[in-house]
Each structure stands twice: as structure tokens, then as C-alpha cells.
């Protein structure tokens, strides 16, 4: 049972005084452990995906430019384009699911938190059997996307696709696991009195993200799985000559694509509505409609995936009906922007570094909104598709839009992570370069696009008007990178400093900022009740300005036992997705050999006294 | 099974375990991966070029028993949990026995039913129906296979008399996942089977 | 042996004479399943009537069997409705996307493939 070390009046120990070591890091099942570790590892890829897309920029600053060959500009977009989505965004968005929503809830931690260890070092392993990919000169290039025929052993007939449907196999077992998780975790340990229309927005859309997982991972598994078994034990699915038919893999994919495009922005929506309302000094305009229209975009999410393929000839009913519920989409994500709106307008702005995030983040969202919702009819999208303009699109919404609210969501609880605020001048530094470098890149891609620069070309001939815009948009990117630059500078600078960030620097509303900066083992000392939304705004209209909370001893809270079985599980999992790829050098023999281990780690999971 | 009776919370928001919510929910995300895959054998059934056809190939007469062993199983679980619940260790194991025997039995039905086909020419990758046949009642067959791993594990423990009934819990969340694995080829059955010459 | 007896959750559970008459039903609907699909080959006025509504009829009863192992051997019938709503929302999702994905990939494969 571990308990925490008891705290003197003259002595502020560190929050993990007790636990110290890399072997703690390594059996931690603690949910800000894990939090920090998702958010440091999932950065780390950030900025890889973004090496890859300097290179991309680089390549195409000129005409006709061979700064690299067209076989490694193929891995160069695939390897961003996966990297981002799957390494980048999503796991940052789970740094915030796991510090933050059991302490939205009043919990002291998820319901599984062995389970929770294991979903990170499945992604970890994942992340980083997808990179090493690149050490064998065989990096996926058949898009993220990965469109069948053409990773058909025939057509790919290199270990490229197979890193790739490996990896994301791999990576699909974490996301799994961590939706049971969390689901169960909103849905069992909500704080006394918090029912579920009190719960507070980046939870109540993270909830809704992890439905949304939960529903849509298991048909990419299923794609990849007959993917698999078309590479590497001669089924057809997919291959035409045979039968099969390569518009399985669009649909399969994108049934889960789409959804997986509102797993991306619904936490940052989240966070937004979490954002707003404290720097506005105003609860959130429209809370119930800001619940429901998140379900409702992620219901709906489900019914608009064959806009993605309006150029495969899916016939005119087809096409209608996907082009009324992509446009019908539009109804509830504009509810939410008149909500923000209506949250700020009035409100006595505290314009810090997460509300200019925050902000900037409802424009750049309008703006992808607004192309997304042209590529909603198919006629105009038949011009748009596989073109720049696509690219413009989903930079928006995905950085415009997700990136910015997650950097508006690091500002914000930065802090509580770690004890120590973010500075704030050199945070406005980095607001503006990223604002202003975001849109010199991105902007001029809606008319390069329009204009007929096709999408995953790795040149373009000179001569046809793309020169000026594509050199604009390097020189853009190059400065984002510089404001990434300022943000790392931001967080060593504030690493170097005291940690002496206050519980609650920022006067939040939530259960969080009730706790110490950063929070104690067991995060509450007492286990709250709350009776309305917004509980700490609650609570000091009614007490007047609350005290800073005190480090305790712990005593008598039992929180759960450190255990590495989660990390051997997870080798076990990576190794037997791993083995498979394996078996034209090591037979099946490898395989049994990762199902018997994965077997003996389970079990000694499951029979660990807790 | 470790005891999660008295981990982090005594009492949860809605009142039931959090590994009763969790098993649902995970139950909830498998009808998703089983609908694909029953989809796409749907997609291509009657597709084949070549090779043998599900209409010449599928043979009723052997998966019939093997459905009934297979609701024969779920019904014993049932029992066995009864027991569980009320501290009959005898009924407990004798009825988790059966459930075990029976899942065996459907397994090794399915493993005999597949070298019966490869023997006669249909493999994965003879056409779409080998593909898809195999594909689909091989990931069901995958699923059994783990479900009577996880029962006779729990079989083991009540033999040992560790499944008391404040214990029961573990037992149901297996039977949960026994019961979905039997609903899923409840499905499969007439879909695969007993339509196997349907010309689309 | 500890005769107290702990209710898992707190309702009252039906005694083993309803799961007995549950396994009955469901063995009698199979029964039926198979008597529809040989009566379909028979040839004859039986094939006639059964062969066209083969594949509802199958549908129907693989339904019922279904049903009867998700309420009772699943315990959904007694069981808070969170239970039932966890399994039915995503079963509502599957169907729905499962036969979408059919009819879409049928009209393609017919009119574009020019499959039959």
C-alpha cells in the first residue's frame, strides 16, 4: 500500500518525493505519470512529423526541385500524415484525458489504472516500431491513408506497408484499451453529487471521444487484418483480378477515418470550452447544447464517411445522401462557435497566453470549417479533391484547430502538471509566430489548390503559377518551426525556475484547481462533492477567495501498487503483431513463443495482489 | 482473480463494479469488429471466380451439433454461475466443466471442419469464399479459444475453491464475454450456413 | 461452506427452471432454423414456399435467439438499462454501417465492376 511521506510546515516536498527513479517511471500506474509520459513521448513524434514536413516544404520551395527522390517524398508524407495523427494529436490529447479527467471528476484515478499503464506503453512501442521503419530504408509510402491496390504485395512489394499495418495495429490496441478505460472511468467514478450534466466540457467531450474510439477502431482493425492477410497469406480481398475490390479498403477505412477526424478535434473543442469561460470570467454560454451538440456531431460523424470518396463513382443517391449529412455536420460545429462566441462576448477577457490560443483557435476552425463544408458537395469537390485546397483544409481544422487548442490547453494546465507557469511574455512571442507562421503556410494552399496543384506530388513543373505560393508557404513553415523553437525554450526556462506555481493561478472553475500544483499521489485529500457545474466558482462565491490547499500525509488512502506486468504485457502485444511480419524469417515459431509470453505476462497481471 | 473489492473506490457512480461497465463496453466495441467482418463475407458472398463455392463446400449436418454445443454451453455457464452466487462449489464446477467440455467441443469441431475443407480443396486463399469463410469463422473460432482459456482458468480457481460469492463477479464478467462469443455465431450460423446458396 | 449468499446486484435472479426453459426454446428455434433451410432445398411445393422467404425467416428466428440470450443468459432483462443501452447502441451503429456498406459496395461492383 503506498502511502505518502509525511509533509512538514516548513517543507514542500516534491510531489513524487517518495517514488524517484527511472523504475518508478517504468511501473508507474499513476495517471499523472502516465499523462506526463504520453505528452513528452507524443511531442517528441510532434516534432518529428514536423521534421518530415520541413523536408516536404523543402523539396517543395522550387520547381522541379530533387532535394529528395520521389520514393523517399512518398515516405516523407505518409510518415507526417500517420505520424501527426496517430503519434502526434492523439496522444497529446490523451496527455489531458489522463491527467485531467479523473480530477475533473473529484476521482483519485481511472478505473483501471494497470490497463492505463499498458495503453501507453502499447503506443510507445507502436510509435516507435512505425519509426524504425526508417532505419531500414522502409519507411510507409503509400499515403496514411494507405489506398488498396496499390499495398498489395504486388504493387508494395518492400516491408514499407507491413511496418505500417503493424504499427497501426499496434497502436489500435492501445487506443482500445484506453476507451474502456476512460469510458468506464466517466461513467463509475464521478465525484458525489457530479451527474453527468455537471460534468465539465473537456470531459464531457473526451467521454464522448472515447465512444467515439471505441466504435471506430475496431473496423480499421478489421481492414488491416485483411490487408494482412492479403500480404502475407494470398487471400484477395482487396486485388481485382482475383475478385476483390479495392473500394472495400475506402469504405473500411473511412468508416473509421471519419470518426477519427472528430476523435481528433472533440477534446480540443474541449479544452476550448474549458479555456473560454475562465478567461472570460463567465461560465460557458449554452452548456446543454454544447453537451448535445457533441453527440450529435459524433452520432452524425458516423454517417458522412463516403465524402471522401466522391470520385469513386458511387452514383448520385449515393453521393446526395453523403453530401446532406456532411452538410447537415455543419449545424451542431456551428452551435458550438456561436456558444464560444457567446461565452466571450460580455465577459471581462483575461487575454493570457491560452485564451490567444483559444481564440485564434475558433477563427482558424471557421476558416477549415468553410472549405470543409465546400468539399460537402460533390460536383465542387471533384475539383478539390487530391488537390492543395484538401491540404489547406486539413491543416486548419487539425492545426488551426487541434494544435492551437492543445497549445491553448498546455498554457493552461501547465501549471498544475508541473508546478511551475509558463512565461508569459515569451508565450505571446510564440502565439504570434505560430499564428502568423500557421497561416503564411497553410493560406496560399487554398489557391495553389484551386488553381490544380495535386496533393502527394513530390515537384511540379515551372511555368504553371504554383512557385510564388509554394515558396511562401515554405518560408511559413520554417517559421512555425521557430516558433516551436520559443515554445521549448518557454518550458526549459520554466524548468530551470522554482516550482511555485499556486494551486489556482488562473481562477478555474473546475475540481482540478483545488488540488496542490502538482497534485499529491492520491489528488484529493478528501473526496469531493459538488452540486452544480463549475464546483470551485461554486465554492468561492460562497467562501470568499480559497486558501492554498495544503500537502497531507495520505494516510489511510489506498492508492494502487506500482507494477511492471503492464509493460511485459505490452512487449507481449507489440511482439506478436511484430512476430507476424516476421514469419518469412522466423516461421511461426516466433509467433507461439510472443502468444505464450503475452499469456504468462497477462496472468501474472491478473493474479498481482493489489 | 485479484480482488478489486476494495481498490480505489467502495462505491462508484452508478453502484455496479467498474469491470461489469468495462466488459459491456468492450463487448459493445467487438459487435462493431464482428459486423465488419460479417459485412464483408456478406460483400462477397457468391463472389468467387473460381474454386469451390459456400453452396458446395459448407456441410449443415456437423455445425448444427456445433451450435447446439455451443448454446448448450451458455446455458451451463448460467448454471455454473448460479452456483457461483449461491456457494454451491459442487454445481459450480460440475457446470463450469461443461461449459469448458462444450467450448472444446466447438473448437474442435471448427479445427476439424477446417482440415475437412483444406483436404478437399478450399484454402484461405483458393477464392473469396475461402478468404471471407475462413477469415470470419476463424476470428470466432480465435474468440472461443480465448474464452475457454479464460473459463478454465476461473474452473481451476473454483476447484480450488477460490470462487466464493463475493468472488462471483469474475465469473460473470467471463460468462459475459462467453455469452456475447455464443451471439456472435448465432449470427454466423444462418448467415454463413444455412444461407450458403443464396445467389445474391 | 459460507451459506451467505451475496447478491451480485442487488435484484432478484430468476432460478435455473427459466434458464432451463430459455435452453429448450433456443434448441427448438435451431431446430427450426435447419428445418427451414432443408424444407427451402426439398424441391417441391416446399421449396416453392420456403425458398423465397428463406432468408427473412432466418433472420427472424437467429433474431429471437439473439434476444433470448441477451436478456436472460446475459441477464440484460434484469439488469439496469445501462447494461442494455451499452449493447444495443453500438449493435444499432454495426447494423446500420453493415448494410450500408452492402448496398454500396453491391451498386458498385454491379454498376461499375459490371459484376452480376
Redesign the interface.
Known amino acids: 500500500m503506498a502511502t505518502s511521506a509525511v509533509s512538514h510546515a516548513d517543507q514542500i516536498p516534491s510531489v513524487y518525493a517518495e517514488k524517484r527513479g527511472i523504475w518508478s517511471w517504468i511501473t508507474t500506474v499513476d495517471h499523472k505519470r502516465i499523462g506526463i509520459l504520453y505528452g513528452a513521448t507524443a511531442f517528441t513524434f510532434f516534432l518529428m512529423g514536423g521534421i518530415e514536413a520541413l523536408l516536404i516544404r523543402w523539396q517543395l520551395a522550387r520547381p522541379d526541385n530533387t532535394f529528395v527522390t520521389p520514393e523517399f517524398y512518398n515516405e516523407l508524407f505518409t510518415m507526417h500524415g500517420t505520424t501527426m495523427i496517430f503519434l502526434a494529436v492523439m496522444p497529446l490529447s490523451a496527455t489531458f484525458f489522463n491527467y485531467f479527467i479523473p480530477l475533473q471528476l473529484g476521482?483519485?484515478?481511472v478505473?483501471?489504472?494497470r490497463l492505463n499503464a499498458f495503453s501507453y506503453w502499447v503506443f510507445l512501442l507502436g510509435g516507435l516500431w512505425l519509426n524504425s521503419s526508417f532505419l531500414f530504408h522502409a519507411a510507409p509510402n503509400a499515403g496514411w491513408f494507405g489506398y488498396a491496390n496499390l499495398t498489395s504485395t504486388q504493387y508494395s512489394p518492400g516491408l514499407n506497408i507491413d511496418f505500417w499495418m503493424i504499427g497501426l495495429q499496434i497502436l489500435g490496441v492501445s487506443s482500445?484499451a484506453a476507451?474502456?478505460?476512460f469510458?468506464?472511468?466517466v461513467?463509475?467514478?464521478?465525484a458525489k453529487g457530479?451527474k453527468l450534466m455537471r460534468m465539465p466540457m473537456f470531459t464531457w467531450m473526451s467521454f464522448i471521444t472515447q465512444v467515439l474510439l471505441?466504435?471506430?477502431?475496431?473496423?480499421i482493425?478489421?481492414?488491416l487484418?485483411?490487408l494482412m492477410?492479403d500480404r502475407f497469406?494470398?487471400?484477395?480481398?482487396y486485388i481485382p483480378a482475383?475478385?476483390?475490390?479495392p473500394i472495400?479498403w475506402q469504405h473500411?477505412f473511412w468508416?473509421f477515418g471519419h470518426p477519427e477526424v472528430y476523435i481528433l478535434i472533440l477534446p480540443a473543442f474541449g479544452i476550448v470550452s474549458e479555456v473560454l469561460p475562465v478567461f472570460s470570467r463567465k461560465p460557458l454560454f449554452g452548456y446543454a447544447a454544447m453537451v448535445f451538440s457533441g453527440i450529435f456531431i459524433a452520432f452524425l460523424g458516423f454517417g458522412v464517411w463516403a465524402h471522401h470518396m466522391f470520385a469513386t463513382g458511387m452514383g448520385p443517391i449515393a453521393d446526395t445522401m453523403f453530401s446532406m449529412t456532411t452538410m447537415l455536420i455543419a449545424i451542431p460545429t456551428g452551435v458550438k462557435i456561436f456558444n464560444w462566441l457567446g461565452t466571450a462576448a460580455g465577459g471581462s477577457l483575461q487575454m493570457k497566453t491560452p485564451m490567444y490560443f483559444s481564440l485564434a483557435f475558433i477563427a482558424m476552425f471557421i476558416i477549415g470549417g468553410l472549405s470543409g463544408v465546400m468539399h460537402a458537395s460533390p460536383p465542387a469537390d471533384l475539383q478539390q479533391t487530391d488537390s492543395y485546397f484538401i491540404v489547406a483544409h486539413i491543416h486548419y481544422v487539425l492545426f488551426g484547430g487541434s494544435i492551437f487548442a492543445l497549445t491553448s490547453g498546455a498554457y493552461y494546465w501547465w501549471p498544475k502538471m508541473f508546478g511551475r507557469m509558463l512565461n508569459e511574455t515569451i508565450g505571446k512571442v510564440h502565439f504570434w509566430l505560430m499564428f502568423i507562421a500557421f497561416n503564411l503556410t497553410f493560406f496560399p494552399m487554398h489557391f495553389v489548390g484551386l488553381h490544380g496543384m495535386p496533393r502527394r506530388v513530390y515537384t511540379y513543373p515551372a511555368g504553371l503559377g504554383f512557385e510564388t505560393m509554394n515558396m511562401l508557404e515554405t518560408a511559413g513553415a520554417f517559421l512555425l518551426a521557430l516558433s516551436q523553437a520559443v515554445f521549448i525554450y518557454n518550458i526549459i526556462k520554466a524548468w530551470r525556475g522554482p516550482r511555485n506555481a499556486p494551486a489556482d493561478p488562473w481562477n478555474g472553475a473546475t475540481l482540478e484547481w483545488a488540488t496542490t500544483s502538482p497534485p499529491q499521489e492520491f489528488n484529493f485529500a478528501v473526496e469531493p462533492e459538488v452540486h452544480s457545474r463549475d464546483p470551485l466558482w461554486e465554492r468561492k462565491r460562497q467562501e470568499g477567495r480559497l486558501p492554498e490547499p495544503q500537502r497531507v500525509s495520505g494516510q489511510g488512502i489506498?492508492?494502487?501498487r506500482p507494477s511492471f506486468w503492464p509493460l511485459l504485457t505490452a512487449t507481449g502485444v507489440a511482439g506478436i503483431f511484430i512476430s507476424m511480419m516476421m514469419i518469412p524469417y522466423l516461421g511461426w515459431w516466433f509467433v507461439v513463443a510472443m502468444v505464450l509470453w503475452f499469456?504468462f505476462s497477462v496472468?501474472n497481471w491478473?493474479?498481482?495482489?493489489? | 482473480?485479484?480482488?478489486?473489492s476494495?481498490?480505489?473506490?467502495a462505491h462508484?457512480?452508478?453502484?455496479?463494479d467498474?469491470r461489469?461497465?468495462?466488459i459491456?463496453?468492450?463487448?459493445?466495441?467487438?459487435?462493431?469488429?464482428?459486423?465488419?467482418?460479417?459485412?464483408?463475407y456478406?460483400?462477397?458472398h457468391g463472389?468467387?471466380?473460381s474454386g469451390p463455392t459456400a453452396g458446395e463446400t459448407l456441410e449443415?449436418p456437423l455445425v448444427?451439433i456445433g451450435?447446439?454445443v455451443l448454446?448448450?454451453s451458455?446455458?451451463f455457464?448460467?448454471?455454473a454461475l448460479?452456483g457461483a452466487?449461491?456457494?454451491?462449489?459442487r454445481a459450480l464446477v460440475t457446470w463450469l466443466s461443461a461449459t469448458v467440455f462444450c467450448g472444446l467441443g466447438f473448437v474442435g469441431m471448427q479445427i476439424y471442419e477446417f482440415s475437412h475443407f483444406v483436404h478437399e480443396g478450399l484454402t484461405?486463399?483458393t477464392?473469396?469464399f475461402?478468404?471471407?469463410f475462413y477469415?470470419l469463422t476463424g476470428?470466432h473460432g480465435t474468440h472461443v479459444s480465448i474464452g475457454v482459456?479464460w473459463l478454465a482458468?476461473l474452473l481451476i480457481l473454483a476447484i480450488r475453491g477460490k470462487i466464493?460469492?463475493?468472488k462471483?463477479?469474475n465469473l460473470?464478467i467471463a460468462?459475459?464475454y462467453w455469452?456475447?462469443v455464443?451471439?456472435v455465431w448465432?449470427?454466423i450460423?444462418?448467415?454463413v450456413y444455412?444461407?450458403k446458396?443464396?445467389k445474391? | 461452506?459460507?451459506?451467505?449468499?451475496?447478491?451480485?446486484?442487488?435484484h432478484s435472479?430468476p432460478g435455473?427452471a427459466v434458464?432451463?426453459k430459455?435452453?429448450f426454446v433456443?434448441?427448438l428455434v435451431?431446430a427450426l432454423?435447419?428445418a427451414?433451410?432443408e424444407l427451402s432445398?426439398r424441391g417441391g411445393t416446399s421449396e416453392a414456399v420456403i425458398g423465397p422467404i428463406?432468408?427473412p425467416v432466418?433472420?427472424v428466428?437467429?433474431a429471437i435467439?439473439?434476444a433470448l440470450?441477451?436478456m436472460y443468459?446475459?441477464h440484460l432483462k434484469q439488469d439496469?438499462k445501462?447494461?442494455t443501452g451499452?449493447?444495443v447502441?453500438?449493435?444499432i451503429?454495426?447494423?446500420v454501417?453493415?448494410i450500408a456498406?452492402?448496398t454500396l459496395?453491391?451498386y458498385h461492383?454491379h454498376y461499375n465492376l459490371g459484376?452480376v
Not at chain 1, 461513467?187 to 464521478?190: D, E, G, I, K, M
Not at chain 1, 471505441?214 to 473496423?219: H, N, R
Not at chain 3, 461452506?1 to 451480485?8: G, K, N, R, S, T
Open positions: 476521482a483519485r484515478d478505473a483501471f489504472p482500445l476507451a474502456v478505460n469510458f468506464t472511468t461513467v463509475n467514478l464521478r457530479m471505441l466504435l471506430a477502431f475496431p473496423v482493425t478489421v481492414a487484418i485483411l492477410f497469406f494470398g487471400t484477395h480481398f482475383a475478385g476483390g475490390d472495400l473500411l468508416i489506498h492508492m494502487p499469456l496472468f491478473v493474479f498481482e495482489p493489489v | 482473480m485479484s480482488d478489486h476494495h481498490t480505489l473506490e462508484t457512480a452508478t453502484g455496479f467498474s461489469k461497465v468495462a459491456w463496453t468492450f463487448i459493445g466495441s467487438e459487435c462493431m469488429f464482428f459486423a465488419a467482418l460479417i459485412g464483408t456478406l460483400v462477397y463472389k468467387s471466380l449443415i448444427t451450435t447446439a448454446l448448450a451458455s446455458f455457464v448460467v448454471l448460479n452466487q449461491r456457494g454451491d462449489r484461405i486463399k477464392n473469396m475461402g478468404a471471407t477469415t476470428f482459456l482458468t466464493t460469492p463475493d462471483a463477479l460473470e460468462a459475459l455469452h456475447f455464443d451471439v448465432v449470427v450460423f444462418p448467415v444455412l444461407m446458396d443464396w445474391p | 461452506m459460507d451459506a451467505h449468499v451475496i447478491e451480485a446486484e442487488g435472479h435455473p434458464y432451463v430459455i435452453a433456443l434448441f435451431t432454423e435447419v427451414a433451410y432445398h428463406l432468408i432466418l433472420l428466428l437467429s435467439k439473439f440470450v441477451a443468459y446475459m439496469h445501462l447494461f451499452l449493447f447502441f453500438p449493435l451503429i454495426a447494423g454501417i453493415a456498406l452492402m459496395i453491391s461492383l459484376q
